[in-house]
T-cell receptor, first 115, second 116 residues
Framework: DGGITQSPKYLFRKEGQNVTLSCEQN?????MYWYRQDPGQGLRLIYY???????QKGDIAEGYSVSREKKESFPLTVTSAQKNPTAFYLC??????????????FGDGTRLSIL | DAKTTQPTSMDCAEGRAANLPCNHS???????VYWYRQIHSQGPQYIIH???NNETNEMASLIITEDRKSSTLILPHATLRDTAVYYC?????????????????FGKGTKLTVNP
């Protein structure tokens, strides 16, 4: 089935560690996004990528990094500089960047917790 | 900085229509209205979107007022599995030198509970 796969579903991090969250899509979508969701809150945009080898900061990029070496993959690294990393992380994709008539589709998320 | 206003919670009887309202009085002429829902611990699920005209798909109907300042999502025959948080979103467009992209500005949504 076509879709967006995020892994792992649950992730635990020790203080001072970097961790990488995986996001893969087989929808042949150009644009990919990373959002963060905190309990009882809406989603906030971390980074987005319109095409391969390009990405832009969103509203809360500090303490995060991304890469887009392949069209189907957009991994997110949560670095030790992110002081409050515990959250639910959601990856999304859409067929064409800048086309507001194309919906973003989401994966099932990764829940990151600090040990 | 959500551009929409929704009731915090609603209840609906199983089998009845669920009508979820949304106000977006500051919407611009080229901004679409999107609806997503989120079941606990899952990613948001796309439901429907529209610009001016009413829209219908296999999941729901979207009614947009003529002045586009509000809309209503209609689930025609609600089931227990429709219990979720429903988000009404106005698509925000930003342009860069390499083209356009957009983010979804989620508010807190409406918690819909479908009761047996």
């Amino acid at each position: 089935d076509g879709g967006i796969t995020q892994s792992p579903k649950y992730l635990f991090r020790k203080e001072g560690q970097n961790v990488t969250l995986s996001c893969e899509q087989n929808l042949n979508h150009d644009a990919m996004y990373w959002y963060r969701q905190d309990p009882g809150q809406g989603l906030r945009l971390i980074y987005y990528s319109q095409i391969v080898n390009d990405f832009q900061k969103g509203d809360i990029a500090e303490g995060y990094s991304v890469s887009r070496e392949k069209k189907e993959s957009f991994p997110l690294t949560v670095t030790s500089a992110q002081k409050n990393p515990t959250a639910f992380y959601l990856c999304a994709s859409s067929s064409k960047a800048g086309d507001s008539n194309q919906p973003q589709h989401f994966g099932d998320g990764t829940r990151l917790s600090i040990l | 900085d959500a551009k929409t206003t929704q009731p915090t919670s609603m209840d609906c009887a199983e089998g009845r229509a669920a009508n979820l309202p949304c106000n977006h009085s500051t919407i611009s002429g080229n901004e679409y209205v999107y609806w997503y829902r989120q079941i606990h611990s899952q990613g948001p699920q796309y439901i429907i979107h529209g610009l001016k005209n009413n829209e219908t798909n296999e999941m729901a109907s979207l009614i947009i007022t003529e002045d586009r300042k509000s809309s209503t999502l209609i689930l025609p025959h609600a089931t227990l599995r429709d219990t979720a948080v429903y988000y009404c979103i106005v698509r925000v467009i930003s342009l860069s030198t390499q083209g356009g992209s957009e983010k979804l500005v989620f508010g807190k949504g409406t918690k819909l509970t479908v009761n047996p």
